[in-house]
């Protein structure tokens, strides 16, 4: 019995013991993490010029749990008011990161994505907390105006009071010209307005589409993984889904 | 001294830390989108769904410490004694948008879970219907977490009854490993054979005591 309850004693003290130790450490890896952000500021022009020293203060960064990328854009942006230019080194940094949240979302998003997810994606995949990015619209609109020059395949769509960044894939797909044409933009409209999701239906009556038409241009967009398919919809109508409902 | 020996232990034991489990399971905003209910034509996209629907059922499985599913995906068991499993929140269902998982799309994410995953086992890899095992904790470190608990506490060498190890607390587990179901136990500890870290005595074709070693 004595010893039963020894044993619950220690289990509890052991508790304790456990979660006080985690807290210190990471309350002390917090403290060393943001020494390390404001260090980058102070510093950013050494680091951006002497590369010996930005190898290893990359390095540690990652020992650390920051992303460099993600660091390198905060210190090159820090201290300058949105709608003033930044260095071109930020944009051409920041479009990386935007072209690598483009591609890991795609298969579920099937390649659109609201500015307001995009931003959000952006400001929080630093890996700490004691790092978010402030990356605004603006920020956003400058990068895809160079994005443009490189080539087709990003746009901005602005529908309903909100905007949208969409793109095709590196690989091609069917999208021939890589932007959008007429007939998705028109469906892209028809899910805001219903809330996510077009059917042969509501084509047909809005748009006066016929059934070729509506089934040609669904069965592109569901191959290319712009919309989903539901086939439990209301008296067991087929709804097809536009993905980036999920995150938005 | 004892104590000492006593205190390396609960240092080292990181496996009793237990969750909580009053509260209940909060659904991503993705089960709440009609489309994840149907198998997707767009092969690319209806992987990303099997990981949807894997992550989901993961999440789900270890926040109510359920260990195994139905192949309908009803909770079977779970460590939670406290739970009524027929009142637990459907996984293939969602009544407030009015959609369902089929059955034939159920048994793809279990065989996704299984196969591509390897996060679960059929309970019966010949019947197939009776439901799977929920490996949101890795039947390998179940295993270490029991077998350390045991070396560490100087309880091998003894014999236990399936009923000891997973009915009562004789044995002072710590709670992430008590009130597991025996059909769980009975896994846990086979796997732990072919590690040669149990020796299970048979009795008329069942399991009548178990020796950690």
């Known amino acids: 019995m004595l010893l039963r309850y020894n044993r619950e004693a220690y289990l509890e003290l052991g508790r304790l013991i456990n979660e006080r130790q985690s807290s210190q450490l990471s309350t002390q890896l917090s403290v060393l993490q943001s020494a390390i952000v404001n260090f980058s500021v102070d510093h950013r022009e050494t680091i951006r010029v002497n590369s010996e020293f930005r190898t290893k203060f990359t390095r540690l960064c990652q020992q650390v749990g920051i992303d460099p990328v993600a660091l390198l854009i905060h210190s090159l942006g820090a201290g300058i008011s949105d709608g003033?230019?930044?260095?071109?080194?930020?944009?051409?940094?920041?479009?990386?990161?935007?072209v690598e949240v483009c591609q890991e979302t795609r298969a579920m998003n099937g390649g659109l994505i609201s500015l307001k997810e995009l931003r959000s994606q952006l400001n929080t995949t630093s890996g700490t907390s004691v790092l978010e990015l402030k990356v605004t619209d603006n920020d956003v609109t400058k990068c895809i105006e160079v994005l443009k020059e490189l080539g087709n395949g990003y746009e901005i769509m602005q529908s309903n009071n909100s905007s949208w960044l969409r793109f095709s894939s590196i690989?091609?797909?069917?999208?021939?010209?890589?932007?959008?044409?007429?007939?998705?933009?028109?469906?892209?409209?028809m899910c805001l307005f219903t809330g996510g999701f077009v059917t042969y239906r509501l084509l047909h009556d809005n748009y006066g589409w016929d059934v070729t038409r509506c089934a040609t241009i669904i069965e592109e967009m569901i191959m290319e993984g712009l919309l989903w398919l539901d086939t439990q919809g209301l008296k067991g109508e087929w709804q097809y889904w536009e993905p980036s409902w999920i995150s938005n | 001294?004892?104590?000492d020996k006593v205190f390396t232990y609960l240092i080292k034991t990181t496996c009793t830390i237990a969750p909580s489990m009053a509260e209940p399971f909060i659904f991503p905003k993705i089960h709440s989108f009609p489309p994840l209910y149907t198998k997707q034509p767009n092969l690319t996209v209806q992987e990303k769904q099997l990981e949807s629907w894997s992550d989901l059922i993961l999440n789900y499985c270890q926040h109510y410490r359920v260990t195994s599913l139905s192949q309908a995906g009803l909770p079977l068991t779970s460590q939670n004694s406290q739970l009524?499993?027929?009142q637990l929140p459907s996984i293939f269902e969602n009544k407030s948008i009015d959609r369902q998982v089929n059955d034939e799309f159920k048994s793809i994410i279990f065989k996704y879970l299984v196969n591509k995953l390897h996060k679960a086992e059929y309970i019966n890899v010949k019947k197939k219907d009776e439901g799977i095992f929920v490996w949101w904790k890795p039947l390998l470190e179940w295993a270490s977490c029991l077998y350390n608990h045991m070396n560490d506490t100087g309880q091998t060498?003894?014999?236990?009854?399936?009923?000891?190890?997973?009915?009562?607390?004789?044995?002072?587990?710590?709670?992430s490993l008590r009130n597991i179901d025996s059909s769980v136990m009975i896994r846990i500890l086979r796997s732990m054979v072919k590690q040669g870290r149990t020796q299970l005595i048979m009795e008329d074709g069942e399991i009548g005591g178990v020796k950690f070693i």
């Open chain 2, 1 to 3: 001294m004892k104590y």
């Open chain 2, 157 to 175: 060498g003894t014999v236990f009854t399936i009923f000891e190890l997973t009915s009562s607390n004789e044995l002072g587990l710590p709670e």
């Open chain 1, 84 to 98: 003033v230019d930044k260095p071109q080194e930020y944009y051409t940094i920041l479009l990386l990161r935007i």
């Open chain 1, 171 to 189: 690989t091609g797909g069917s999208s021939k010209d890589g932007g959008i044409s007429v007939d998705q933009r028109n469906i892209y409209e």
């Open chain 2, 84 to 86: 009524k499993l027929d």
